[in-house]
Structures are given as C-alpha cells and as structure tokens.
T-cell receptor, first 115, second 115 residues
C-alpha cells in the first residue's frame, strides 16, 4: 500500500461545485502539504500544515481551504470550483527531523478538471 | 523571493549515453537545499537526488550526479548510461534550510530517451 494516498485519482466537476480532495498517510509524519501542478509551471504550494492545529497558506491559497482532521489526514476543498483550477493536485508529507530529513513524500496526484 | 530556472524545456538522449539537465536559482540565503525530482508518465513525483548547500561535495546516487556550483547558483543533473526508464519530466527545486516550508520548483525539463 502507498504511504501517501490521494483520492480520487481523477475527478471531473462543473463550475460552481464544491469539491474535496482527500489525502491520508501512513508515514506518521506531522507535516503535510498540498501542491498544484500546471503544465509548464512546475508545482506551487497551496497550503501546508505542521500539525493538526497548525495550518498555513502557501503562495496560491485563494479559492482553496484545507482541513487537518488528524495527523494522518489532510483534505483540500474548492468551495466553488472554477475552470482555472483545472490542474494536477499533489499531497505530500515530510519529517525534517527524521531519518529522511527534508525529503518530501508525494501521493500519486489527483487530476481535477473543472468544466 | 527565490526562483528556480530550468532553461531546457525538452532534452533528448540516446540510450546508454550521458545527458546533463541545467538548473539555476536565485537566492540571497546561504543555507538551503536543492533537489531533483523525476515525474514519469505515471505522474508520481520521485526524489532523484538532493544537495545541502553547506556541503561542498557533489551528491551522487548511482547513475545520477549533480554539479553544484554555489557561487554561480547552478545545480545541474547528470544522468549517465541513460536508460529508457529515465524518460520523464525532471524538476529542479529549492528549499530554505530554516523558516519557510516552501519548496520552489522550476518549470521542468522533459527528457526523452531514444533506443
């Protein structure tokens, strides 16, 4: 089983709909992240969380919200989806103080299409 | 703000040959991390290699090595004995050593390996 699991793998939705992308991890890491990947732009940070009570905005947080339901779960919501939120979304975890140091562990991504 | 530039949108290499992917970055910090991530068609993000800026020795992982030139702010990736499985998007990334959790990515280089 994957260490970082994202659901769904693919999603098509309509403009104005609320949608939630989910991420769970079995690595026991405190830090979790949501990134967005657009063709030709690389990955950009949406939100990150150091623990259940610590959530921070990244560089492109407008239009998104997150919830850290538990150490292992970090969900990303689009309250009212718009077409320019069509992208590949990645969840990631890290444990900077552990053996892997600064390495990010990524999920397999959720491809979201907003029509 | 830090920026990462990958000046080669696409590269190609013959199987068993060597290829070098370029990456430059801009920062005023003295301590930081640099990474190369690989994204095959499966879209999984895979860490290839990482370098701590305070280390003078270039990182090496099997057929992958880097040429880290701190003064020039250059961090190129060399792939030796290229294999068909090396075909992927490659992303260079920068992260501050303290404070910000933001991982800044370049826009990527698409590597094609020709048989």
């Amino acid at each position: 089983d994957a260490d970082v699991t994202q659901t769904p793998r693919n999603r098509i939705t309509k403009t104005g709909k609320r949608i939630m992308l989910e991420c769970s991890q079995t690595k026991g890491h405190d830090r979790m992240y949501w990134y967005r990947q657009d063709p030709g732009l690389g990955l950009r940070l949406i939100y990150y969380s150091f623990d259940v009570k610590d959530i921070n905005k990244g560089e492109i947080s407008d239009g998104y919200s997150v919830s850290r339901q538990a150490q292992a779960k970090f969900s990303l919501s689009l309250e009212s989806a718009i077409p320019n939120q069509t992208a590949l979304y990645f969840c990631a975890t890290s444990d900077p103080f552990g053996a892997e140091g600064e390495k990010l562990f990524f999920g397999s991504g959720t491809q979201l299409s907003v029509l | 703000a830090q920026t990462v530039t990958q000046s080669q949108p696409e590269m190609s290499v013959q199987e068993a040959e060597t290829v070098t992917l370029s990456c430059t970055y801009d920062t005023s910090e003295s301590d930081y991390y640099l990474f190369w991530y690989k994204q095959p068609p499966s879209r999984q993000m895979i860490l290839v290699i990482r370098q701590e800026a305070y280390k003078q020795q270039n990182a090496t992982e099997n057929r992958f090595s880097v040429n880290f030139q701190k003064a020039a702010k250059s961090f190129s990736l060399k792939i030796s004995d290229s294999q068909l499985g090396d075909a992927a998007m490659y992303f260079c990334a920068y992260r501050s050593m303290g404070g910000s959790e933001k991982l800044v990515f370049g826009k990527g280089t698409k590597l094609t390996v020709n048989p």
